[in-house]
């Protein structure tokens, strides 16, 4: 049979329970006007937060330029360094006290991605500001199966006081779909994994559930059909992509219940908090999982727009697999003490070698004439610079990605003192196609960055 070039974008392999979004193939039609780049694929953003500040000296390159060399916390994105861009000097004006006293946790989280200074309230009453996640999801999101992606690993209260007299809302969370409604993030893998690739129909995908449960299913079984169909119609390089994307599917489905069932057979996890049901016990295998769903989900284009906390603001988890015994957020209160610094810049890179990990499996997966990556603006980041000191200006901050062309990436750029991060934020909206006049704080688009 002659190879077809008329599959939709849309594609779906359907089976009982199950629907899966394929990856972007030849015989599909170009995807046109999504970028303000003009490049034929879409162009995703995604931002990842992590939690009290980063031992800045260790984060934050000293030449400007292309030619500057990753310090030590970066340096595990040697691979990579060609696809990021150090980003120094923004700052959130409204993560402040502002006359609103302590609280520094929890209004960096809030302000985070909407440059609004959050309420201080502890109650039922909570404001923030749309988020820039949320603003480009409600301008494209009907274009995909979910308008955005909201992940994590630490769950978390919505309700009752978290820091000096703010609600845990804002700790929790930095995506918001208005100013009172955050939206709530996943902090379970396997509960993502069946969101992606689940049907509508909820009987189904329960029976669906329950039959891989009891037999050892993979969820491919339940397409095999539909996939041998689609094979028969498009050409060998296509069939090379669908069974690529078929095996990273499965390889993320063996992961699964590996974790699961090492979880089951460690319940101590980390004794910092309770694990719920299907949480891997390694934090290393939680956060490569969900940002491994991330990148399917950008890669068969399911989503555009998602957000990932390594950690909730504020969180007192402890490493014992770096050797850090004691709690991050009691540690990022350091007095200068040089172990405790030791101690931060090693969660730190912790943290920076997870995303390094995320980052280059974007860029390991063909799109276009480039990767995966140089469709994204991936942003990497604290709401907060040093945690001692609680400080918002020169807030670190890295984006991965070429954005479809309109960024070079490779450098470290160093703006100047007290330009808004909200800034960022308008310049992404619009290489998603996203036109606004103002976003939170802005003062006006970053300079620099986007051609």
Known sequence: MNPTRSLSRRTFLHGLGTSMAL????????????????????VRMAFMFVPNGMHMPDWTPTREGSHF???????????????????????????????????????????FLTGVQPLKSEGAEIRAGISADQVAAQAIGQQTKFAS????????????????????????????????????????????????????NEAEKSESSARRKRFQNSIL????????????????????KL??????????????????????????????????EGIPSSYEDH????????????????????????????????????????????????????????????????HAKQVSYILQRLKSIPE????????????????ISDGNRHNNENLPVIMAGKAGGAIKPGRHI????????????????DQMGVKENRFGDSTGRLTGLFS
Request: proline share 5%; net charge negative.
């Open 287 to 350: 956060i490569r999982l969900m940002g491994d769903m991330m990148v399917l989900a950008f890669q068969t284009d399911m989503t555009r727009v998602a957000t990932f906390m390594l950690a909730n603001e504020g969180s007192n988890k402890s490493y014992r697999f770096i050797g850090v015994n004691e709690g991050h957020h009691s540690l990022s209160h350091h007095g200068s003490d040089p172990k405790k610094l030791r101690k931060i810049s090693n969660i730190n890179e912790f």
């Open 149 to 200: 992606l909201e992940l994590g690993t630490e769950k978390g209260r919505q309700s009752g006081k978290c820091d000096s007299g703010y609600a845990c809302s804002y700790s929790n969370n930095i995506s918001w779909r208005d100013s009172t409604t955050p939206m709530t993030k996943e902090t379970n893998p396997r509960l993502v994994f069946e969101r992606l690739f689940g049907s509508d």
């Open 69 to 111: 060399e990753l310090p030590k916390i970066l340096k595990t994105m040697e691979p990579i360094k060609r696809d990021i861009t150090v980003l120094s000097g923004l700052t959130n004006d409204k993560g402040r006290g502002n006359g609103d006293g302590p609280g520094d946790h929890a209004r960096s989280a809030g302000v």
């Open 414 to 429: 160093r703006y100047s003192s007290e330009t808004p991060m909200s800034n960022l934020y308008l310049s992404m909206l």
């Open 23 to 42: 990856p972007l193939l030849d015989a599909m039609a170009p995807v046109r006007g999504l970028a303000a780049s003009g490049a034929s694929d879409p």
């Open 368 to 383: 276009g004439n480039g990767s995966l990556l140089d469709n994204c603006m991936i942003v990497y980041g604290a709401g």
């Open 221 to 240: 079984d339940f397409v095999l059909e539909d996939a041998k169909r689609l094979s028969s119609k498009v050409g060998s390089k296509d069939r090379g």
């Open 243 to 276: 069974d690529e994307y078929m095996n990273a599917v499965r390889e993320i489905e063996l992961r699964l219940e590996r974790a699961e069932k090492d979880a089951n057979e460690r319940p101590e996890y980390l004794a910092d908090y309770d694990r719920p």
